[in-house]
């Protein structure tokens, strides 16, 4: 997997969701771990779908990231 990091504005989001690209979102913390982005609200409580179908990169992330500390790696 190759990862970069960059500042995305609202607008690529929303543009790249309406080409339905397969964009996945994420947050990550401490105690969240990593958690997938369904909607998201701008400027003003406009409503924003980022997607809804299962986010397959994510929930593999999640899991690698969940097995470090029980020894599953």
């Known amino acids: 997997m190759t990862v970069s990091e960059r500042n995305l504005t ?3 989001l929303t543009r790249t ?3 339905n690209q397969g ?3 994420r ?3 401490t105690a969240a771990v990593l958690t997938p ?3 998201f609200i701008y400027p003003h409580d406009k ?3 980022v997607a809804q179908v299962k ?3 994510t929930q593999k992330l999640r899991q690698a990231l969940n097995d ?3 020894g599953n790696t």
């Open 37 to 39: 982005i369904g909607t």
């Open 55 to 57: 986010r397959p990169t």
């Open 17 to 19: 969701r309406k080409l």
């Open 23 to 25: 964009v996945e979102a």
């Open 27 to 29: 947050l990550s913390g």
């Open 47 to 49: 409503e924003y779908t």
């Open 68 to 70: 470090i500390p029980w």
């Open 10 to 12: 609202v607008t690529e």
